[in-house]
């Protein structure tokens, strides 16, 4: 069975820094490209990042391009999200999600449970 | 950037109806487009991608056709647990993007 689990969702000040995390199970985590998508109160998803099985392609929406770095570890089956310079337009739900391929084709098929980001003074 | 407009905004159903969601691409995306579908607290749920292809488990009233620039969901006949909002993603090229989503309510 596909699990995701995302960590390290909290409260934190603007201009700080967080760090998420993925864990990921049940399937040959190398093998494919992940994403972070994020969710805005009451709004619609927005894709975040996404970074290619291996790990050697990344991408970036160019709300967060500069401020966050997605990374991941292949040998502990995890990903990441470094989220630096926060802003409180960056407070959303995270979610963690499994794309299709090693490219991040044929869409999102498991998503974690999402973590939620606050950013306020 | 692709920018995915989906319509309408708020699609009011009766159970047992058909139900019918655009979305349309700004520029062609092949058939390169993904549907969710997402429930209040929870996370979304992939329904087809490949514009028509359903993703495993996903029961035969939804189906997804389309390519280039037009894309449908169709659900042939809403039941309950239907009645939830709905998402189109394109994933041809970097940025990834989302529709805004079509909120399917109970008439």
């Known amino acids: 069975e596909v699990q995701l689990l995302e960590s390290g969702g909290g409260l934190v000040q603007p201009g700080g820094s967080l760090r998420l995390s993925c864990a990921a199970s049940g399937f040959t985590f190398r093998s494919y490209a992940m994403s972070w998508v994020r969710q805005a109160p009451r709004e619609g998803l927005e894709w975040v990042s996404t970074i290619s099985g291996s790990g050697g392609s990344t991408y970036y929406a160019d709300s967060v391009k500069g401020r966050f770095t997605i990374s991941r570890d292949n040998s502990k089956n995890t990903l990441y999200l470094q989220m630096n310079s926060l802003r409180a337009e960056d407070r959303a739900v995270y979610y963690c999600?499994?794309?299709?391929?090693?490219?991040?084709?044929?869409?999102?098929?498991?998503w974690g449970q999402g973590t939620l980001v606050t950013v306020s003074s | 950037e692709i920018v995915m407009t989906q319509s309408p905004a708020t699609l009011s159903v009766s159970p047992g109806e058909r139900a019918t969601l655009s979305c349309r691409a700004s520029q062609s995306v092949g058939s390169n487009l993904a549907w969710y579908q997402q429930k209040p607290g929870q996370a979304p749920r992939l329904l087809i991608y490949?514009?028509?292809t359903r993703a495993t488990g996903i029961p035969a009233t939804f189906s997804g056709s389309g390519s280039g620039t037009e894309f449908t969901l169709t659900i042939s006949s809403l039941q309950s647990e239907d009645f939830s909002v709905y998402y189109c993603q394109q994933y041809n090229d970097w940025p990834l993007t989302f529709g805004g989503g079509t909120k399917v309510e109970i008439k």
């Open positions: 490949g514009a028509s």
């Open positions: 999600a499994k794309a299709g391929d090693t490219y991040g084709n044929y869409g999102h098929d498991y």
